[in-house]
Each structure stands twice: as structure tokens, then as C-alpha cells.
Antibody, heavy 114, light 112 residues
């Protein structure tokens, strides 16, 4: 059974950092492209970042809204994908989902507020 | 960036009737590899999105055959036949042909 479980959310101040983690199981993680998608309270879905697999040199891509502040990474030995979020803003407040496209995690809430 | 324009914003449908949602992209979603990376998701209240349709017209495993996707290039449609109570929620189209990937703004389906 495919499973994705996000952790690491919380309440942080503007300008601070947070690292989300997504633990996966039930599929061959190492050759799977992984994404982070977020959803601000009461709003629609926003794609955040993609990390490709080793065959694509772990290429990473970002939404313009997070480029230069967020970094997606992966550890194939642990079947985990991460999202390092720096210089957080109020507008980054959202539920963050880890997804491979067909399967999604339950999401983790990040609140940025002073 | 590719803009995904979804219509209508909301839809109220009687049980047993058909619903149709349109999604138009600002650029063709035909990839150089020959695939069209257009997906449809349903997000039920309080839940994570769930995949309904991939590659524009392929039903994902376990998805009812009441759901069908069609279209090519820049125009796509999701049809839900014989609407049931469990179909309520917000439907999103999503393109992953061009980076950055983008979602439509969503269509809220309500049951009359």
C-alpha cells in the first residue's frame, strides 16, 4: 500500500525557517518524481516544488513564489522527501502536501504569524 | 507560466444528473514525448485531493466509470454522469507538461 506521511509543520514567526519531511512507503521511491503542493486556508491548490529522480540528476524546480527561499531534497536511502523553507512569510501559511501525483499525504499545517 | 482557466466556479447538480467542468490552458499541453499531462482531482471536504483522471482521459485505479475526461491541446472537460452524494467537493484540473506546473482555480460541486 502506498503511503505518504508529512511531518514538521507548526507555528513560526515571519522570517524564520522550517523543514518539512515526507516519509513514504509501498513503492519504489528512488525512481519516482516527488512534489510538494500547498493550500492556503480556504483557497485552491498551488504547486510548490518538484524533485526528479537520480536518472534526471535530481533536478529541482520551484514555483516563482518560493524560488530562492524553499529547497526540495530527497534521501532515497530513507524514501523521504523534504522541503526546507526559509525566510517564511505570512503568505506561506498553508497546508503542505507531499505527492507523487497519484497518491497524496494527509498534509501538514504551516502557520506563519507574528 | 501556463494559466489554467476552469469553469464554472461552482455547480449545483441534482442527484442522478450529469455535471460537466471545463478547463482551458493558455498553451498546448501536448508534451514533446507525445503525452498530454493533464489531470483531474477531487478534493472532498476535509480531505487530501484524490486523482480521478490522468493523461487527460485515463481513469485512475478504483475511480468510478461515471467519471470521464476528454480533450486535447488546450481544451479539456471532466464529465460526471449520474451524480451521487459522494461526488460533492472541489474539482481541480492540473497541468504537468510545462514547468512550473499549475492548477486550475477549482470548481465546487454542490448537490441540489
Amino acid at each position: 500500500e502506498v503511503q505518504l506521511v508529512e511531518t514538521g509543520g507548526g507555528l513560526v514567526r515571519p522570517g524564520s525557517s522550517l523543514k518539512l519531511s515526507c516519509a513514504t512507503s509501498g513503492f519504489t521511491f528512488s525512481n519516482t518524481w516527488m512534489n510538494w503542493v500547498r493550500q492556503a486556508p480556504g483557497k485552491g491548490l498551488e504547486w510548490v516544488a518538484l524533485i526528479k529522480d537520480k536518472y534526471s540528476n535530481y533536478e529541482a524546480n520551484y514555483a516563482e513564489s518560493v524560488k530562492g527561499r524553499f529547497t526540495i531534497s530527497r534521501d532515497d536511502s530513507k524514501s523521504r522527501v523534504y522541503l526546507q523553507m526559509n525566510t517564511l512569510r505570512d503568505q506561506d501559511t498553508a497546508t503542505y502536501y507531499c505527492t507523487r501525483g497519484d497518491y497524496w499525504g494527509q498534509g501538514v499545517m504551516v502557520t506563519v504569524s507574528s | 507560466d501556463v494559466v489554467m482557466t476552469q469553469t464554472p466556479v461552482s455547480l449545483s447538480v441534482s442527484l442522478g444528473n450529469q455535471a460537466s467542468i471545463s478547463c482551458r490552458s493558455s498553451q498546448s499541453l501536448l508534451h514533446s514525448d507525445g503525452n498530454t499531462y493533464l489531470s483531474w482531482y477531487l478534493q472532498k471536504p476535509g480531505q487530501s485531493p484524490q486523482l480521478l483522471i490522468y493523461l487527460a482521459s485515463n481513469r485512475f485505479s478504483g475511480v468510478s466509470n461515471r467519471f470521464s475526461g476528454s480533450g486535447s491541446g488546450t481544451d479539456f472537460t471532466l464529465k460526471i454522469s449520474r451524480v451521487e452524494p459522494e461526488d460533492l467537493g472541489v474539482y481541480y484540473c492540473f497541468q504537468h507538461t510545462h514547468l512550473p506546473f499549475t492548477f486550475g482555480s477549482g470548481t465546487k460541486l454542490e448537490i441540489k
